[in-house]
């Protein structure tokens, strides 16, 4: 079969890393479930579904190796190509991060009263810097990127936030808790942050630029 | 200026990409220092320094770029362009880790006695492994990675053995010790699995093949 034309693999692949992007949303929401409310049935279905996420990563490699082989693109093409490689890579992580989550799920030690609702607001905080990178991915659109680097802040102040409770003199709870949290809560900020470093690829990708250079 | 000859990029992005494994195992090996003998110059030493890995980056970037634009490479050569893109990706992450480290040695608490000698040697397998994997990104040796892949498991055991120092109910350091050592030793795990990767990626990008396919 002859290879596809370059702009349909193009295409492809921001669709494809939009895809990714979705699924490791879907992931960590389920995850941030399963850790609030103790559901390790549920968490389990997330750890199975990781090799999803892995599979469609090959798919992006497969075809970006592709386009260069029987394309070999130039400028804005190239950049989108090389970044789709690299774009891949920060997704399939955070696929792993959500996946660490649901980990810590399946063990079954239900989460201190006093940090639930940080948990609960750090998990909706990322997937929608996930969702909204998926939307980036897809719409290749500057200013939305550029957006979602703001939004990251929010959960840098959570992740502070969370440090000032465990260190608290009177934190109740003991060190087997706080291990435990400090290990999720640097999960979620991880995963926060390669969601910024998608949308910061994508505007490289589209403009040749750094986000930062972008005024807006 | 014309752009080098193919074989000559190809032979200077092992060159970077081993440079960079050698800095941030330098750079890792200075933060492990600071941070056991609370030496805070160092630490900041270390911090100054994090912007010549990033510098690499670039580098290895940028002639991968004009490899892919100039010289179109195709089978074994592609797979070395695009394997350098990411390895340069995941050394830079190292380069963070060992940043991290140093920023913890930087705040000055001192080590509780407990782990002094956990984070020793957590500090000289990171060290090897990370030298390891400069040898392997500038000689291309894949019996050499594929020996790096198993050493990982030395890491893997000082992180979970640091865990049950934690976890003992007769640890005497307190909630914030504990939280500090969480992450460090996070940071420590994680670098050893990034160096694990490079020698992953150059296995794969000599051989095609992943790998544990590799019979030695």
């Known amino acids: 079969m002859p290879p596809a034309p370059l702009p349909a693999q193009l295409a492809e692949l921001s669709e494809?890393?939009?895809?990714?992007?979705?699924?490791?949303a879907g992931a960590l929401q389920r995850a941030t479930y399963a850790l609030l409310e103790s559901r390790q049935r549920v968490a389990q279905q997330v750890v199975a579904a990781d090799a999803e996420v892995d599979a469609?990563?090959?798919?992006?490699?497969?075809?970006?190796?592709?386009?260069?082989?029987?394309?070999?693109?130039?400028?804005?093409?190239?950049?989108?190509?090389?970044?789709?490689?690299?774009?891949?890579?920060?997704?399939e992580r955070m696929g792993d991060l959500a996946l660490h989550v649901a980990q810590a799920a399946e063990r079954g030690r239900p989460l201190p009263e006093q940090v639930r609702d940080d948990f609960a607001e750090m998990g909706r905080v990322a997937v929608q810097l996930a969702l909204k990178a998926?939307?980036?991915?897809?719409?290749?659109?500057?200013?939305?990127?550029?957006?979602?680097?703001?939004?990251d802040d929010t959960m840098d102040d959570l992740h502070v936030h969370m440090f000032g409770v465990l260190m608290d003199p009177e934190w109740p709870c003991g060190v087997p808790a706080a291990v435990d949290i400090t290990l999720l809560?640097?999960?979620?900020?991880r995963f926060a942050d390669h969601a910024v470093v998608v949308a910061r690829e994508t505007v490289y990708a589209v403009t040749g630029q750094e986000p930062d250079a972008i005024p807006i």
């Open 56 to 91: 469609l990563r090959a798919k992006v490699e497969e075809i970006a190796t592709d386009a260069l082989l029987f394309h070999a693109p130039v400028a804005g093409d190239l950049r989108q190509v090389v970044s789709a490689i690299r774009t891949a890579g920060d997704v």
């Open 185 to 189: 809560a640097r999960y979620y900020e």
């Open 134 to 151: 998926a939307e980036v991915a897809r719409t290749r659109n500057v200013i939305l990127a550029v957006e979602l680097d703001a939004d």
């Open 16 to 24: 494809l890393l939009g895809q990714m992007c979705t699924t490791v």
